[in-house]
């Protein structure tokens, strides 16, 4: 694990003095983090000190600030002129951030040598590139860019459920980065990955966790930031280990609104996200369990710049693409995230998104939440649904389907009954015709219990005849 190294000595002793000040002040004043709060995005709580870009490591520039608050400059300006290698250097008062970032960054050549370590010098140019033009060609939807809340009950319960059940570590993927990658520092430890719709490697895996985590993130980001919004990756549930390092960053076009939640950790003191707010300073917000952070990722620069101190820290990363455009002239096309009067939306179709289009739904999104819920019995988000909106229990699929019929396919006896005691139409009929007791007794037998269960409802609500044929599924 990477220690943070002190500051180089003062010069004088009147420098010695100030710092001293300074840096009791800075022990007293970095107990607090800035974090705006659920249900007001601007109640900020300042908390000194304050600082900026190129602060923790380079953002803007390619180097990282030393200008320390004892040098002669800073303590004694009157009599003391500012170098000019100071000019314009924001203030350094997080002590030796150089040393540590310079570390880093040779840690990552040696892992990939001679042939390779200049990669990683590339990947940090391209960082720092992106971190400084892409904000400033973006348009903000938000005032502060970032929010903390807690994720819904009913979505964190299931996701802990899938990380209790999947603890053992010698099941996880090592996750695997290309040459010269930069953004976390898996020369000095492997992150892993645990993938929450992978039911053959992972216990309790499946789509309906996914779906869950995707529709709870999307209400709310587009609740804060009035725009709509399509899911767009969910990598899984991502484990940071002792030492590890996240290096600010702005997220690549079009991920444009994200969310982290916050399933598990282990650790000896937080690990704050740190975030360059619309304002321009840094907020570092720290996260316990069941907490979820709404975040701008096209134009809000966030990382982990700080040494992760513990055993592991398990998030969820969540990405999402807007819906809509700021012209409604096809060949004026500029996606409604991109600021129309910027350099970015003259070249955007040659440098980022060549050509494709961003405002369509996608065909994944077909298939409810409660269908999803259905197929793998998960009554606990089936629950949550129905006490959010009941009527989404029998929301359709293009081919009819609902969640009724999926639970019907799977054999579930309890999700069925959750279903019909909550007002589903137990005659519901796909488009083909067939209804849920067509389904089961056509895949399960007819002397399944579902299929028993399934006939005493139809039998008991009016319907008469016998099952109807299938066909293949």
Avoid at 67 to 76: Q, T
Avoid at 242 to 258: C, E, I, M, N, Y
Avoid at 266 to 288: K, Q
Avoid at 451 to 465: C, I, W
Wanted: aromatic share 10%; with cysteine; charged share 25%.
């Amino acid at each position: 694990m990477r220690t943070r190294r002190c500051a180089p000595s003062p010069p004088s002793a009147a420098a010695a003095a100030a710092a001293s000040l300074f840096f009791f002040f800075l022990l007293v004043s970095c107990a607090s983090v800035t974090t705006p709060v659920e249900g007001n995005a601007q109640d900020v709580e300042h908390a000194p000190p304050e600082y900026g870009v190129d602060v923790s490591i380079p953002m803007h520039y390619d180097t990282v600030s030393t200008n320390y608050p004892w040098l002669p400059h800073n303590v004694d300006p009157d009599n003391h002129p500012t170098p000019p290698e100071y000019d314009g250097m924001p203030l350094q008062p997080l002590g030796d951030r150089k040393s540590y970032y310079d570390d880093l960054i040779d840690g990552c050549r040696k892992h990939w040598g001679e042939k390779d370590g200049h990669l990683c010098d590339e990947s940090e140019k391209e960082r720092v590139r992106m971190s400084r033009e892409q904000p400033r060609n973006m348009k903000n939807f938000t005032e502060t860019g970032f929010l903390k809340i807690r994720c819904p009950d009913a979505v964190y319960t299931v996701l802990k459920r899938f990380w209790d059940n999947n603890r053992d570590e010698s099941k996880w993927v090592e996750e695997q980065w290309s040459k010269g990658y930069t953004y976390v520092n898996y020369w000095d430890e492997p992150s892993y990955m645990v993938n929450v719709e992978d039911s053959h490697n992972f216990v309790g895996g499946g789509l309906s966790i996914k779906r869950a985590v995707w529709d709870a993130a999307k209400s709310t980001l587009e609740e804060w930031t009035g725009q709509t919004l399509k899911a767009s990756s969910l990598y899984g549930i991502r484990v940071y280990k002792g030492g590890h390092f996240l290096a600010p960053h702005v997220d690549r076009l079009p991920l444009v609104s994200s969310a982290i939640i916050n399933v598990d950790q282990d650790l000896d003191e937080p690990w704050p996200i740190e975030v360059i707010g619309h304002d321009g300073r840094a907020h570092n917000v720290t996260m316990e369990p069941g907490d979820m952070v709404l975040y701008e990722s096209h134009s809000i620069i966030h990382g982990r710049p700080f040494a992760m101190k513990g055993r592991y820290f398990a998030n969820i990363f969540v990405h999402f693409a807007p819906l809509g455009k700021e012209s409604t002239e096809e060949e004026d096309y500029v996606p409604n995230f991109v600021a129309t009067d910027s350099l970015e939306a003259r070249s955007y179709w040659e440098r980022q998104l060549a050509g494709e289009r961003y405002d369509e739904e996608d065909a994944e999104e077909d298939h409810s939440l409660a269908q999803l819920a259905a197929q793998e019995g998960e009554i606990i988000l089936l629950e949550d649904v129905a006490r959010r909106n009941a009527t989404e229990l029998s929301l359709q699929d293009r081919n009819g389907w609902q969640a009724i019929h999926e639970a019907a396919r799977a054999g579930n006896v309890d999700v069925a009954k959750f279903l019909l005691d909550h007002g589903v139409d137990v005659n519901a009929r796909t488009i083909t015709g067939h209804t849920a007791l067509d389904i089961a007794s056509e895949m399960l037998g007819r002397g399944h219990p579902l299929v028993s269960y399934l006939r005493s409802e139809t039998n008991g609500r009016g319907r008469r005849g016998s099952e109807k044929e299938m066909p293949d599924l």
